[in-house]
């Protein structure tokens, strides 16, 4: 990781504090001073990659020669609900809770 | 000035399948929350989807019935989004490659006709169901929510109008259309109050008889037919005050206030408007060749643009045909009934008038009512055949509906049948001859207006069950 800190060729900046209050994560300054620093260097890289003449190159966002996997329209076994549920922060009965939405203009 | 209001609307329809589009848990309305989930629709770390490959067929058959292309190859993307009802925080979508392009729809309102054109149908994901805690269950008052994920992940397609709608009338007979032709296809339930489909329109207005586009306005929340109609006409004369008076357009989002009446501007707690698509790595690209087109292609059955088109031909008025093509179960009783041998029209306007009504009133759909075609086609038989009056037929209907029987059954338990034995009528004839001296007289002399009045006053006399066309046979005869 060092090595790349110091040859950073395009800066990228990044708000790291709006990522993480999207992900929901409370951060620290000093998680969210070395978060930015890692997250800058994979925006970076990819910065450098999106740089590169690709004229006439295919796509391989599926690399793989396969096409069509499907499955049958067959139910399956679910999960426990209570099971499910254990893993939420919050609940009321058998549902999710989550805060308010949206807010009236 | 005159301001044309230009839509567009994106439809969702649920997908009928037995399991969800990428797992196989199972599809349904109504399960108790949180039942219906495994780790691919919530979004657990690690857990890979796989296309339902019934869906496919199901989403061709949508593009097909509106006349769309099918793109040999298609590719799922993720949209990327932070919401609640979102377990993954992206949607598996479409985007650059939909399954289906370019199509059109046809639809009518009144006597007109008018070709909307599709843009596309891609396959999505459905979300979860989030129910909002707090005052009137409106998401902008909602203290919390809460979150059902059972519909998270049920097959949905989503059909994208081109701009070209230029009324909320029209985008009602639009969305109406629509659901016709996906019921006709068997391929969702179409349910509007339980949002199995659900709709949003693009709405702005430019001066009529220009070209460029106006702001738009997406309007959400709407579901019902006539919720839709109601939300674009306010919206359109909320835009034309604002034009009115100087001021400019918003482009927002607002959501339909159906207890209001109005629209409400509504603004999000995330930013988050790029959904920086990508392709979806964990999905192989839908390659459709010609032969499975074809296959699903033939398996389409009669849209109600067809059954319209032939309703016509049978002599139905453009309302009946209309109404009859777009429902699944009206269609079948109209068939059945004139199969038996019920007059076309007698059998279309008992549909959409009086038999409506009636299911309604004792809010039963017709599938689940008596009312069928035997029972139609023997009501227009007793009608033909002077049986019964039009008017004693409706009580009829009412009675079968009300589960009395069969229209024989209930004409004679309630006594209608109409009376055209000559013998029986004659001596009450009579009477009303006997009784209305000035008026046989005027008719004598040529005055035929007078026999309507006589024929009311036999009518009357026989408690509305004498035969018209007997009684005025006989009093041509007294009085000649």
């Known amino acids: ?105 | 000035m005159t301001y044309e209001p230009v839509i567009g609307i994106e439809t969702h329809v649920e997908l009928t399948t037995e399991s969800k589009m990428f797992c196989g848990c199972a599809v349904g309305f109504g399960a108790p929350p949180n039942t219906n989930v495994c780790p691919v629709c919530l979004g657990l770390p690690g857990a890979l989807p796989v296309v339902n490959g019934r869906a496919v067929e199901f989403a061709m058959a949508i593009g097909l019935a509106l006349n769309c292309s099918i793109a040999h190859q298609s590719v799922f993307s993720r949209k990327n989004y932070f919401y609640p009802d979102m377990p993954k925080n992206y949607q598996i979508s479409q985007y650059d490659e939909p399954l289906c392009i370019g199509g059109y729809l046809d639809v009518q309102t009144g006597s007109e006709t008018r070709r909307i054109g599709i843009t596309r149908v891609h396959m999505e994901e459905d979300t979860g169901k989030s129910i909002h805690v707090g005052e009137g269950g409106r998401i902008s008052a909602a203290s919390h929510s809460l979150i059902d994920f059972n519909r998270a992940g049920v097959p949905l397609m989503e059909v994208v109008s081109e701009p070209d709608i230029r009324s909320a009338e029209e985008a009602r007979a639009f969305v109406a259309e629509l659901r016709g032709a996906v019921l006709r296809l068997g391929v969702s339930d179409a349910k509007l109050e339980e949002g199995s489909m659900r709709f949003d329109a693009n709405v702005s207005l430019r001066p009529k008889g220009t070209e460029p586009f106006g702001t738009k306005v997406e309007v959400k929340n709407m579901n019902s037919l006539r919720s839709l109609q109601r939300a674009l006409e306010h919206e359109i004369d909320r835009q034309a005050a604002l034009l009115e008076a100087g001021d400019s357009v918003l482009q927002e989002t607002r959501h339909w206030d159906e207890a209001a009446g109005t629209t409400l501007g509504m603004r999000s707690k995330e930013e988050a408007f790029d959904y920086r698509y990508f392709p979806e790595p964990d999905l192989v690209p839908v390659e459709v060749d010609d032969a499975w087109r074809d296959r699903v292609g033939e398996a389409i059955p009669e849209l109600p643009a067809q059954a319209r088109a032939r309703y016509l031909e049978m002599g139905l008025d453009p309302t009946a045909a209309g109404l009859i093509s777009r429902d699944v179960a009206f269609g079948a009783v109209f068939e059945d009934a004139v199969a038996a041998g019920g007059v076309s029209q007698t059998v279309a306007n008992w549909l959409t008038g009086e038999v409506t009504a009636l299911l309604r009133r004792s809010e039963t759909p017709l599938a689940s009512s008596p009312i069928d075609g035997a029972a139609l086609a023997e009501l227009s038989g007793m009608v033909d055949a002077g049986r019964l009056s039009a008017s004693a037929a409706k009580d009829v209907l009412a009675g079968v509906v009300a589960g009395e029987g069969n229209p024989a059954e209930v004409a004679r338990a309630r006594d209608l049948v109409q009376v055209s034995d000559i013998a029986a009528l004659e001596p009450i004839i009579d009477e009303v001859l006997a009784g209305n001296e000035e008026a046989v007289g005027k008719l004598r002399r040529g005055d035929d207006k007078v026999i309507g009045f006589l024929i009311g006053q036999v009518m009357r006399a026989s408690g509305g069950k004498a035969d018209p066309a007997v009684v005025r046979g006989i009093i041509k005869d007294r009085v000649s």
Not at chain 1, 46 to 55: E, F, G, H, M, S
Request: with cysteine; glycine share 4%.
């Open chain 1, 1 to 105: 990781m060092a090595y790349y800190y110091h040859c950073r060729l395009m800066p990228v900046d990044i708000d790291i504090g709006k990522v993480a209050r999207l992900a929901r994560l409370a951060l620290s300054e000093d998680e969210l001073n070395r978060y930015r620093q890692q997250c800058e260097v994979v925006l970076e890289h990819a910065a450098r990659v999106q740089a590169l003449p690709t004229d006439g190159v295919t796509g391989t966002s599926h690399p793989l020669p396969r096409t069509n996997a499907f499955r049958d329209d067959i139910v399956t076994e679910c999960l426990d609900r209570e099971e499910v549920l254990a893993q939420a922060p919050e609940r009321d009965g058998d549902y999710f809770l989550v805060p308010r939405i949206l807010d009236e203009q």
